[in-house]
């Protein structure tokens, strides 16, 4: 069974940082790219971020260039996403998800496996 497994969110005052994690495990996901995603309340899901596991191509949404970098250790199959110089409108709970096809990787629905999510919230 795959699973996707998010940490490290929390609590962090504007300007700060925290970095997420994302563990796959089921199966090896050397040919699947790995993107993030959150969510605010009231709002839709929206991409974040996405890295090819082969190649180690990303891909970023233009609000978090500069400030945020995804990567991954293969060989640990976890991805990771840093987050610097967070802001009040980055708060929203965070999700990482696998899927095969880089041309989708800005689209939710596209995704075939998520994880559960980990709360960030950045205080003003």
């Known amino acids: 069974q795959v699973q996707l497994v998010e940490s490290g969110g929390g609590l962090v005052q504007a300007g700060g940082s925290l970095r997420l994690s994302c563990a796959a495990s089921g199966r090896t996901f050397s040919a699947y790219n790995m993107g993030w995603f959150r969510q605010a309340p009231g709002k839709e899901r929206e991409f974040v971020a996405a890295?090819?596991?082969?190649?180690?191509?990303?891909y970023y949404t233009d609000s978090v260039k500069g400030r945020f970098t995804i990567s991954g250790d293969n060989a640990k199959n976890t991805v990771y996403l840093q987050m610097n110089s967070l802001k009040p409108e980055d708060t929203a709970v965070y999700y990482c998800?696998?899927?095969?096809?880089?041309?989708?990787?800005?689209?939710?629905?596209?995704?075939?496996?998520w994880g559960q999510g980990t709360q960030v919230t950045v205080s003003s």
């Open positions: 890295i090819r596991w082969s190649g180690g191509n990303t």
């Open positions: 998800a696998a899927d095969r096809n880089w041309l989708r990787i800005t689209t939710a629905r596209a995704y075939e496996y």
